[in-house]
């Protein structure tokens, strides 16, 4: 599928939750904004481990608007540092960008 491309930029590219408590379920958001002239399409948005998730507009995003990606990390049975990503498919180039988040899990 010949899609046309556009640009993304995010007002982040990780988010540290800091310490947090084994069980602890934390959320937070990034921003997204559509850079360039076609409408963006996310495609999909796959974390790195069924410990976190996303919530998005399946929407394509008009030239210049931006939305917010709400992102969700269950730390249940997790301990330590944890570093998880989320890569976003979209109509961009590259085809994939990736979010980090960050968490230290005490127990």
Known sequence: VNRLK???T???KNHDFGIIEQGDKVECVF???NTGKQPLILEEIH???????????KDPIP????IEIKVKFNSDG???KQAKT??????TEPIQNLLT???DVQI
């Open 101 to 103: 988040i960050l968490a």
């Open 78 to 80: 997790k301990k330590g």
């Open 47 to 57: 974390g790195s481990c069924g410990c976190i998730t996303a919530e998005f507009s």
């Open 86 to 91: 989320l890569t976003i498919t979209a109509n």
């Open 63 to 66: 030239a210049g608007e931006s």
């Open 31 to 33: 921003q997204i904004t």
């Open 6 to 8: 556009t640009t993304i």
């Open 10 to 12: 995010f007002s982040k």
